[in-house]
């Protein structure tokens, strides 16, 4: 089943704790994004990939590292959360850049507390 | 960010037809999304135009006008599980920019 993967789902940490929401897709996928959902905000970009080894900031990149190693995954770090990154996180993924218009299609999503 | 505009709720009767807005910056565009939200899911692909004009599919439809900055998602013979929020977002260069979402509330 074609699909896009997030771990973990759910997680609440405390402040300063690095942590990894890792993301992966089965598709061949060229394009790879994270985006952070908040009330009232709607979905904000963090980073986007293009390829293996080709990663650009987002709208809202502050806090956030990612990498691209691999095709199929696209992990989003958190050096040293704050309670500001507190939100519900998405990773998706498309066979190109948003230029040709593909589907985007979006993991189910990681709820993260940072305290 | 790209002010990109649409309303926060709407509220219309099943079988009744409803009309979503979205207002975006012009500079830099290329193309615009529409996907739909149901609460507690992921957003789901729904249309992408990038030529001026109507682009109909089912009973939904989405419309572009380039020089003037604005979209709409026109949902027709509305049923119940179309209550969902409806994210619309526009691509430049290579990012994707999203609006706050409009969620639509249907009543029997």
């Known amino acids: 089943e074609a699909q896009v993967t997030q771990n973990p789902r759910y997680l609440i940490t405390v402040t300063g704790k690095k942590l990894t929401v890792t993301c992966s897709q089965n598709?061949?996928?060229?394009?790879m994004s994270w985006y952070r959902q908040d009330p009232g905000l709607g979905l904000r970009q963090i980073y986007y990939?293009?390829?293996?080894?080709?990663?650009d900031k987002g709208d809202v990149p502050e806090g956030y590292k990612v990498s691209r190693k691999e095709k199929r995954n696209f992990p989003l770090i958190l050096e040293s959360p704050s309670p500001n990154q507190t939100s519900l996180y998405f990773c998706a993924s498309s066979l190109r850049d948003p230029l040709g218009g593909d589907t985007q299609y979006f993991g189910p999503g990681t709820r993260l507390t940072v305290l | 960010g790209q002010n990109i505009d649409q309303p926060t709720e709407m509220t219309a009767t099943e079988g009744a037809i409803v009309q979503i807005n979205c207002t975006y910056q012009t500079s830099g565009f290329n193309g615009l999304f529409w996907y739909q939200q149901h609460a507690g899911e992921a957003p789901t692909f729904l249309s992408y135009n990038v030529l001026d004009g109507l682009e109909e599919k089912g009973r939904f439809s989405s419309f572009l006008s380039r020089s003037k900055g604005y979209s709409y998602l026109l949902l027709k013979e509305l049923q119940m599980k179309d209550s969902a929020s409806y994210l619309c977002a526009r691509s430049n260069d290579y990012k994707l920019s999203f609006g706050a979402g409009t969620t639509v509330t249907v009543r029997a």
């Open positions: 990939s293009m390829n293996v080894e080709v990663t």
């Open positions: 598709m061949n996928h060229e394009y």
